[in-house]
Every structure is written in structure tokens, then in C-alpha cells.
């Protein structure tokens, strides 16, 4: 089957309301090498050009930059551009029913006498409470009729990825980056970064592994319509460990409530948004300055690029 092959281009820029004296900061803005997803180019430029730069992997096997500014500056702009493709990964009903009863995935996690498996081992990190996922019997609760007695784990989190889905109602003005996933239950509002927590959270609570998946997700204009520089944004989504699949891990995309393929572009996993936040870091000064964003994700056989996203071209980047 085809791989399908984007440009995607994520740029972030601060206008601080007075100097910056001291930054470091921390980014995860370069995609993730996986199975079914190959990076052919990868790019990411700074300015001004900072005092120190360092780049490699995170705990998590991400791609991650690093980078200090020793001297003033009242603004910085971080353009990361990339060439990825991505192949055909579909999950099918068949795999879907065919993974393990969820109450054998939880006991491959619980602790007891037994060595564990290294791939139980290396779920049993994403099994617990995180700086954005809490793990709460109401949690448990939410989710109780998505997982009876005997449910294939995956049946389970594709019952709960469509649940939250047809019960809440996405809201950017609703929520802000630290609004508890309790909070999220109760009003049922909130953007994709606070419906993942929310997926998280509830296998967690019922002692399940899940992870938070960063990236991007392919949007079309409408008919007729050309594509805009600058209109798409950050996705984030969710991946479920059950053991006996192809990788382990299958995504669930509770925004969207679908399985995730050849439209959705990975940059990083971790336990919560706080492990791989694109940009984060400290400073002295800049008077809180919010910064602007801008991303576009193009198919590279589209008749047409949008005027200038080609600037200035990546270069080839290193596989591990």
C-alpha cells in the first residue's frame, strides 16, 4: 500500500513585552521514527541563534532539541520544517476483537511475584498517575460500561474513544492546558489535548497502560478552496498497550473518534502533554509574552504548495 508523504511546517514565535535576559528551553519538534513512519528530512531553525544547542533523544525515545540564550533578546522565532511519510497502518475489526480480555492486560501490569515481560515492563511507566492525569474512581466509573466482564481490551478503548466522543462537545474556549480532567468530566467540553487526558485517565483508572501521542492531523480546505499557510494546528491523540498486537500499542483518536492512519503525523509520546510539550522551558524577563503559532501540513502531491511553505528546504536528517 502507498505511503502517503507530507511538508509540514510548525512555527512559533514570541514577542517579549520587555528583554529576555536568560532562556532554556526544551523542544519536541521533530517527528518520531516508527514502523510506519519514515522521516526523509527534518529542520529546525532559531532566532536569534541560541548561546548553546544540543540535540537527541528524551526518556521516551523522542526526538528532542535543547537550547540556551545567554544574552538579551526581545524575541524569538523557531521554524521547524519536515518531510515525512506515512504508511498504511489500518486496524480492522478482526485485530480489534482478537486482543486480549482487558482484566488479562490489567493482571500482565499488576505487580506480583512473577518477573514481568520487558514489554509489560515498559507499559507499567505509562500506568500511573501524571502531572496532567490524575487517577480517580470517577474515572473508573465513567468508563465501567465500555469494559464488561470479558471485553477485548481494544473493543473496550474503541467503546470509550466513541462514548467521549458522542458525549462531548469540543470548546477551545473551555479549558487551558491546566484544567483537571475531573473538570473536563463534569462540563464535557474541551479541545483534543483535554480528551486524550480524559481517555488516559479512565484506563488508568481501571489499571490499563496508555500513553499520550503528539502531532499532527491532515485538514482539507474546502471544496475549491485554497490550502492556508499557517491554518492547521497541534493534535494530540491516545495509544493503548495490548500485548499480542503487531507493535503492542494501537491509537485511538477521541476527537475524531477513529483509529488513526495515514493521516495523522507522530512527533512524540509520553506519559501526559507535560513530558513533550513543543516548547517548554524558563526565562528571565519577557513580561509574559504568549506566544503565536502557526502550523500547515500539506501532501506533497498536491498540484499546489502554498507559496513559500518550500522555503528554504530541510535538510536530510539522520535515521537512528
Known amino acids: ?31 518520531r521514527f516508527l514502523p510506519w513512519q519514515e522521516v526523509f528530512e527534518q529542520r529546525i531553525d532559531i532566532e536569534p541563534a541560541p548561546t548553546w544547542r544540543s540535540d537527541g533523544e528524551d526518556a521516551f525515545g523522542n526526538p528532542v532539541t535543547w537550547i540556551s540564550f545567554h544574552a538579551p533578546h526581545d524575541s524569538l522565532r523557531i521554524r521547524s520544517a519536515m518531510n515525512v511519510a506515512v504508511r498504511p497502518h489500518p486496524v480492522d475489526a478482526k485485530t480489534l476483537a482478537a486482543s486480549l480480555p482487558w482484566e488479562t492486560v490489567r493482571e500482565c501490569l499488576a505487580y506480583d511475584a512473577h518477573p514481568p515481560q520487558p514489554e509489560d515492563l515498559d507499559a507499567v511507566r505509562f500506568l500511573f498517575e ?22 477485548p481490551v481494544l473493543v473496550g478503548a474503541q467503546r470509550l ?18 484544567t483537571p480532567v475531573l473538570e473536563v468530566l463534569e462540563n464535557k467540553r474541551g479541545v483534543c489535548q483535554d480528551f486524550a487526558h ?44 495490548a500485548p499480542g498486537t503487531a507493535d503492542n500499542w494501537v491509537d485511538f483518536d477521541p476527537t475524531n473518534n477513529l483509529l488513526p492512519d495515514t493521516e495523522h503525523i507522530t512527533l512524540a509520546i509520553g506519559r501526559d502533554f507535560s513530558d513533550i510539550s513543543p516548547l517548554r522551558g524558563i526565562i528571565l524577563g519577557g513580561g509574559g509574552a504568549e506566544p503565536e503559532v502557526a ?18 528546504p530541510p535538510v536530510v536528517a539522520d535515521q537512528p
Open 295 to 312: 502550523v500547515t501540513v500539506v501532501p506533497l502531491d498536491e498540484e499546489e504548495i502554498p507559496e513559500g511553505l518550500l522555503d528554504d
Open 1 to 31: 500500500m502507498t505511503a502517503v508523504r507530507y511538508h509540514v511546517l510548525h512555527e512559533t514565535r514570541y514577542d517579549y513585552g520587555s528583554a529576555v535576559s536568560l532562556s532554556q528551553q526544551q523542544l519536541h519538534l521533530a517527528p
Open 130 to 151: 501524571s502531572p496532567h492525569v490524575r487517577v480517580k474512581h470517577e474515572l473508573a466509573d465513567y468508563a465501567a460500561d465500555c469494559f464488561t466482564p470479558g471485553t
Open 161 to 178: 474513544m466513541a462514548k467521549i466522543f458522542d458525549e462531548f462537545e469540543f470548546d477551545p474556549e473551555a479549558t487551558t492546558v491546566s
Open 198 to 241: 480524559l481517555m488516559i485517565a479512565c484506563l488508568r483508572a481501571l489499571g490499563l497502560a496508555a500513553r499520550y501521542v503528539s502531532g499532527y492531523l491532515l485538514t482539507r480546505p474546502p471544496p475549491g478552496k485554497p490550502r492556508l499557510i499557517g491554518a492547521d494546528a497541534s493534535h494530540a491523540w491516545v495509544s493503548v498497550y
